[in-house]
Each structure stands twice: as structure tokens, then as C-alpha cells.
């Protein structure tokens, strides 16, 4: 049983840029949560999603920032127009419904941008 | 809101035993968590406390006390791989979302 997977394990983009991670749940996982962790600073949540649905956004910057979690595929985080105070880690994170001990974390995505 | 808090930086020596606290403040409460992390890894969970009293794991037990917003995780006979973050985590009143502290990075020195 894979555990959470993420992709790309490190992402450069030029200022301006657009950036995709992507993220695959583990299976039996509907629910995706996606941190960011800046260096040396603690995980802070961006947003919480079930199939198709968005649960709760209140961690996304509002401009440039989008997720979604498609019936079929992937969980994806959208960076538009990447600056470089988007450097950082982004893990996601699955559960199954009603989950009692917290998630399971996929490997993150480090994000540069130059 | 959430609003948690732990030390940012402990150092402790190889065979002893650390206690790293977290106090936390929140508008709703449904089980406080401890996770791991390496630097450049992914979290990994250590514990889970929703009932106060202590929570013992092999080398790692987990203290809560939730009329005092109080938790504290204790690492006994440390080991050179025990140097990590440790993230303090509590999990809101709908049971999904967790809010993390923003950690306390333990070295162990010979």
C-alpha cells in the first residue's frame, strides 16, 4: 500500500511562472489536506479538500493560489505568477473519513523560485 | 482560532531523557498530536492524546491536560537519531483540520 505520493520532489520556476504539485492520496484516502513550511518554520495549513469538493480554503492566499481534487486523478495545488516568497515545502497530507489519528504526510514538494 | 506554542530550539544529550511542552489556546478541541520531522522529510506521527493523563509509546509517552491547554512529549534513553522537529499539532472541534505549532528542533550531542 503506496503511502502519499508527491510530485515533483523539487520544482524550480522562474518569477512568473506557473507551478503544479501534484499529490496522490493513499489508497482509501478521500480527504487531502495541503501545508506550506517555510524554512525553519512550522506547518500551516492552506487547504482542505474531499473529492471534488473544497472544504475549507481559509489558509490559501487568496490571489494567484488554487486547488482541487478531481473525481479521478490527483489532488493539484496551482501557483500563478510564482514570486519568490513561494519558496518553500508543500506537503500534503490524506485521511480517511472519520480518521482518529491524524494524517499520513507525502514526501513534499520544494518549490524555488528564482 | 488556534494559537499554539513550544520552544524553538532544545538540546539534550545522547542516553538522557527531554521533555518538550506545548500550550495551546483554542476555540475547539478534539485531540492533540506529535509528530516528527527530519530536517527535509515528511512528518511522521508519534502520538495522539484526546483524553488527559499520559500516553506511553516505547521510548515516547505524551502528556495532556486539557483543563490547563498543557501537553508535553517525553523522549527517554536518547539516541543520536532522535535529533529532529518535533511538531505540536491539535485538531479542531469538526475533527478534521490539525493546527500546527511551529515546532521545536531537538539536537542530541554525544
Known amino acids: 500500500n503506496a503511502g502519499v505520493m508527491q510530485n515533483p520532489r523539487h520544482l524550480v520556476r522562474r518569477r512568473g511562472q506557473e507551478a503544479r504539485l501534484r499529490c496522490s492520496p493513499m489508497?482509501?484516502?478521500?480527504?487531502v489536506y495541503w501545508y506550506r513550511q517555510l524554512p525553519e518554520e512550522g506547518l500551516k495549513f492552506m487547504v482542505y479538500?474531499?473529492?471534488?469538493?473544497?472544504?475549507?480554503e481559509s489558509g490559501m492566499p487568496k490571489e494567484r493560489f488554487s486547488a482541487e481534487f478531481p473525481k479521478e486523478g490527483p489532488s493539484i495545488l496551482r501557483i500563478q505568477q510564482v514570486v519568490r516568497g513561494d519558496s518553500a515545502a508543500y506537503f500534503c497530507a490524506s485521511s480517511p473519513p472519520d480518521e482518529v489519528y491524524g494524517y499520513t504526510f507525502g514526501s513534499g514538494t520544494r518549490l524555488t523560485v528564482v | 482560532g488556534q494559537n499554539i506554542d513550544q520552544p524553538t530550539e532544545m538540546t539534550a544529550t545522547e542516553g538522557a531523557i527531554v521533555q518538550i511542552n506545548c500550550t495551546y489556546q483554542t476555540s475547539g478541541f478534539n485531540g492533540l498530536f506529535w509528530y516528527q520531522q527530519h530536517a527535509g522529510e515528511a512528518p511522521t506521527f508519534l502520538s495522539y492524546?484526546?483524553?488527559?493523563g499520559l500516553e506511553e509509546k516505547g521510548r515516547f509517552s505524551s502528556f495532556l491536560s486539557r483543563s490547563k491547554g498543557y501537553s508535553y512529549l517525553l523522549l527517554k534513553e536518547l539516541q543520536m537519531k532522535d535529533s529532529a522537529s518535533y511538531l505540536c499539532a491539535v485538531r479542531d472541534w469538526a475533527g478534521n483540520m490539525l493546527t500546527f505549532g511551529g515546532g521545536t528542533r531537538l539536537m542530541v550531542k554525544p
Open positions: 492524546n484526546v483524553l488527559d
Open positions: 489508497k482509501g484516502h478521500s480527504h
Open positions: 479538500l474531499q473529492k471534488e469538493n473544497i472544504i475549507d
